[in-house]
């Protein structure tokens, strides 16, 4: 079974998640929700890093601005995992990392690590 079939805004009304002027009542929904986490992970995941005016609706109980923090690393939920989508600038892997920083994957940060340790080593045996 498909996560989003047991939704609880299934037979809700969509102008009252959409609505800003029902942003509570949505939210209550969300709240009874048994795949909140879900719900809010799959609009996280497909929004990436968008910003905040190109995210719509509450969605798995949070309004587009509170995804968009989410999604620089703000007051993560619990159970959320990584929702900023960036490339690596060195080899162009696309990362899902909290928070909006993060420059180079894990590999290439490794990488980087051992690269500045080769030259300290080297400027350390050259002062020798
Ligand atoms: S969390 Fe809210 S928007 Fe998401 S499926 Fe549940 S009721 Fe619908
Ligand atoms: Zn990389």
């Keep these: 079974m498909r996560w989003d ?14 609505g800003k002027w029902f942003e509570a ?11 909140k986490t879900l719900c809010l992970q799959a609009a996280l995941d497909m ?4 910003p905040r ?20 690393g703000h007051q993560v939920p619990p159970g ?8 690596c600038v060195k080899c ?8 909006n920083s993060r420059q180079y994957c894990d590999d290439c940060q490794a990488e980087r690590g051992r690269e500045r340790d080769r030259e300290y080593r080297a400027r350390k045996k050259a002062a020798a």
């Design 53 to 72: 005016n190109l995210r719509y609706g509450v969605r798995g109980g949070k309004t587009p601005t509170e995804r968009w923090r989410i999604s620089k």
């Design 80 to 87: 959320i995992r990584g929702t900023t989508s960036r490339r």
């Design 47 to 50: 929004e990436g890093g968008e």
């Design 25 to 35: 009542e949505a939210k209550s929904i969300c709240a009874e929700c048994p795949v």
């Design 92 to 99: 162009g892997t696309l990362m899902e990392s909290v928070g």
């Design 5 to 18: 079939e047991k939704a609880a805004c299934k037979s809700a009304d969509t102008e009252i998640f959409f």
